[in-house]
Nanobody, 124 residues
C-alpha cells in the first residue's frame, strides 16, 4: 500500500512560480514511476509530467514543457514539480500518482495510487 500527500499549492500571479511536493509513504515508494496530473473545474484529469523511478527520465505535456520540471529525492520519498512562468490556464487541482507502467504513463487509468490534490490558482 502506498500513500501520497501533495503540498505546496497556493495563489500566485501570472509569471510566478510554485514548487509542489508529493510525499510518499510505503517501503516500495522509490520503485514507482510517478506522475503529475491536474484537474480544472468541469474538466477531465489532465496529464502534466512523468518521472521514472530513478529520476533519470522525465516527460511533459506540451502545454507545460519548458516551464515545469519534475524531480525526485528517493532518500526522502518525495517527488517535486517546479512550476515557473505560471499562467491563468494552469489553475487547477494538482495530483500526484504512482504507477509501475513503463515506459511513460500519460493516462490516469494507468496509475494505482493518488494523493488528495493541492489547489494552484494563477491570477492574471
Amino acid at each position: 500500500q502506498l500513500q501520497l500527500v501533495e503540498s505546496g499549492g497556493g495563489l500566485v500571479q501570472a509569471g510566478g512560480s510554485l514548487r509542489l511536493s508529493c510525499a510518499a509513504s510505503g517501503r516500495t515508494a522509490s520503485t514507482y514511476n510517478m506522475g503529475w496530473f491536474r484537474q480544472a473545474p468541469e474538466k477531465e484529469r489532465e496529464f502534466v509530467a512523468w518521472i521514472s523511478w530513478g529520476g533519470a527520465t522525465t516527460y511533459y505535456a506540451d502545454s507545460v514543457r519548458g516551464r515545469f520540471t519534475a524531480s525526485r529525492d528517493n532518500a526522502k520519498n518525495t517527488v517535486y514539480l517546479q512550476m515557473n512562468g505560471l499562467r491563468p490556464e494552469d489553475t487547477a487541482v494538482y495530483y500526484c500518482g504512482a504507477t509501475y507502467k513503463r515506459p511513460v504513463a500519460t493516462s490516469a487509468l494507468d496509475y494505482n495510487y493518488w494523493g488528495q490534490g493541492t489547489q494552484v490558482t494563477v491570477s492574471s
